[in-house]
């Protein structure tokens, strides 16, 4: 016996193309009327704001990263004006792991 005899005795065979019957189910106006109202509700449900700009914004200006902002911002202005050597793109200042590290516990304690 080999091993796909084995497991094919094991689990019966289904085919994607059988058709498959759905029960029908008459629909009074009451019911249709009750669906559309969950929808409604669901559709009216407002997204939450987004911290992560503000709270970003903050931790750049606070005292321990705005060095390092001061740093990557004048890179990036250097690079724009096209005074920066061939390749440059700031991204080694782009890791502004203080801002990060700052804003992680702000973040995550406001959210849900």
Do not use: W
């Amino acid at each position: 016996m080999s091993l796909t005899s084995f497991v094919t005795s094991l689990f019966s065979t289904v085919y994607a193309d059988a058709p498959t019957e759905e029960p029908k189910t008459e629909e009074t106006p009451e019911a249709s009327e009750e669906a559309a109202e969950e929808v409604a509700e669901e559709e009216e449900e407002p997204e939450p704001e987004d911290l992560h700009p503000e709270i970003r914004e903050e931790c750049q200006k606070a005292a321990q990263c705005a060095p390092f902002t001061k740093h990557y911002l004048h890179c990036q202005e250097k690079v724009n004006n096209g005074e920066g050597f061939k390749g440059e793109d700031c991204v080694e200042e782009f890791m502004m792991h203080c801002v990060d590290a700052c804003i992680a516990p702000r973040l995550f304690s406001k959210l849900r």
